[in-house]
């Protein structure tokens, strides 16, 4: 049974554990067995929490014996990116500065999660301070398809985690693509909800305005079913947006009247051959699904996108001040570089920033009040290895177009729907993404589920794993 399970959709678990037919506390145990088997040579987990997780899975299945239904993650065991504040487990953000430190409370998502009646497994690895880089003094999580290739940017701990069955779904965040990225590289589901949708209470700050909370999962349903249980007004941050969780929206799975906006130049500006194959694929989708492809002309990226470094760094060194440059000798040379940009750059030039943020976000909603999603790739560049990945860090405008299709929405708040659509010739996964109005996650989640009825990217897996 433990090797029937672990690869289910949380979606597919949660049916099984609401009517008696698999055990939160077996379930658990055999996850937890699975993390100790494989994690050794994955470095996903940060920290393993078992005997809560099993205290956890405990209550569930007493509550359930009992009638006692809470949600549908009820008795599901997950993961959360060490990011968010556990009051019974540490929270090291990634650094060696914060290793040690266990919060007064949990985050407000985290909360949320075990309101729900989820089952928390642990804290799983992150970048140093959810930037580009791991510390250099601590481990980096593995790609299950492929150890030379990259793993995504900070949530990637969320991903390898989640793609080698060592959780049925994770918290993750996102400031510049680290959710979408993640999913790509790992072939999962994630969404990146509209800025302030998600409460960012009791969450390590990267850059405050930039920074989005949500789940990463092995199906659109199952991403839905994550962020229905997290999302919602919190009093402890003044920024989430109005409105309290929901529950499970019926959703119909289909194209059918949704009008997605394309642009082909922009979809084509340096996208690797077999990403431009796959969103013809996706279009395909559209069409056969009743849906309506409809050509548009997106606002130039490239400013926010050459932007987002500075953006971010002025910042990040807001959220650092207590600890850097006092302690600057125990970072690591990626987190410290984009503070002292931050701290170096003028008022004037971050403002020009801001302005800059404003006119494109205003232009995106422009573009987005002609149709209902657009469709666009999550990188320019397939499935890069680690090697790659430091030749792109070398140059600068190489840089840059990594995170083209990625960070202005970030910067802009829209919110983003990050989904698997098959693999290279060498067998490692590839990415898409659907962007949608603000507020508007439910028709993200229905155009994800519209291509995972009728495709079985999402449930193939690494091999050997």
């Known amino acids: 049974m433990e090797n029937e399970l672990h690869y289910l959709e949380l979606s597919e678990l949660s049916q099984l554990i609401r009517t008696g037919k698999v055990s939160p506390v077996d379930v ?30 405990r209550r569930a299945e007493a509550e359930l014996a009992r009638g006692e239904y809470r949600s549908a993650l009820h008795g599901v065991p997950i993961a959360v990116k060490d990011l968010f504040w556990t009051q019974d487990m540490p929270t090291t953000a990634g650094t060696t500065i914060y290793r040690g430190f266990v919060p007064p409370e949990d985050a407000t998502v985290v909360r949320r999660l075990k309101d729900a009646g989820a089952v928390i497994l642990g804290k799983l690895r992150m970048t140093e301070g959810a930037f580009a880089i791991h510390h250099p003094d601590l481990p980096a999580p593995v790609n299950p398809w492929g150890a030379a290739h990259w793993a995504g940017a900070s949530s990637s701990g969320s991903g390898v985690a989640t793609a080698a069955g060592l959780c049925y779904a994770a918290l993750g965040t996102d400031t510049g693509g680290s959710i979408r990225f993640p999913c790509a590289a790992n072939g999962l589901t994630g969404l990146k909800p509209t800025w302030g949708r998600v409460s960012r209470h009791g969450v390590f700050e990267l850059a405050a305005s930039l920074d989005h909370v949500g789940p990463m999962a092995r199906s659109a349903r199952d991403v839905l079913y994550m962020l229905c249980a997290i999302a919602g007004h919190d009093p402890k941050d003044p920024t989430s947006l109005p409105g ?19 642009d082909e130049s922009w979809l084509s500006d340096g996208v690797d051959p077999a990403i431009q194959q796959g969103l013809q694929q996706i279009m395909a989708f559209v069409r056969e699904g009743g849906g ?26 807001i959220a650092h001040e207590a600890t850097y440059p006092s302690r600057a000798a125990e970072y690591g040379p990626a987190l410290s570089r984009l ?5 170096e750059l003028s008022g004037l030039a971050y ?21 209902d999603l657009l469709l666009a790739p999550v990188q320019p560049y397939a499935a890069p290895t680690y090697e790659q990945l430091a030749d792109l860090a070398l140059d600068p405008e190489a840089n840059r177009r990594l995170i083209q299709f990625t960070s202005p929405f970030n910067v802009s708040g829209h919110p983003c729907l990050s989904l698997p659509y098959g693999c290279t ?11 949608g109005k603000k507020d508007a996650e439910a028709v993200l989640c229905r155009a994800g589920m519209a291509v995972q009825r009728v495709s079985d990217w999402h449930k193939q897996h690494p091999p050997g794993i």
Not at 249 to 259: A, C, N, V
Not at 427 to 432: A, E, Q, S, W
């Open 292 to 317: 309506v492809l409809q050509s548009v002309r997106m606002p130039d990226t490239r400013a926010v996108s050459t932007n987002w470094e500075q953006h971010c760094g002025v910042q990040t060194a």
């Open 425 to 435: 010739q060498q067998g490692l996964p590839l990415g898409v993404q659907f962007i």
């Open 244 to 262: 309290a969780c929901q529950e499970i929206p019926r959703i119909e799975e289909t194209f059918q009247g949704l009008r997605v906006g394309v």
């Open 28 to 57: 658990t145990r055999a996850q937890l067995a699975r993390i100790e088997t494989l994690d050794g040579k994955l470095n996903s987990y940060a920290h393993v929490a078992a005997e809560q997780a099993l205290a956890q899975a």
């Open 339 to 343: 503070i002292d940009g931050g701290r």
């Open 351 to 371: 403002q020009r920033i801001l302005l800059d943020a404003q006119r494109f976000t205003g232009a995106v909603d422009a573009v987005l009040n002609q149709v």
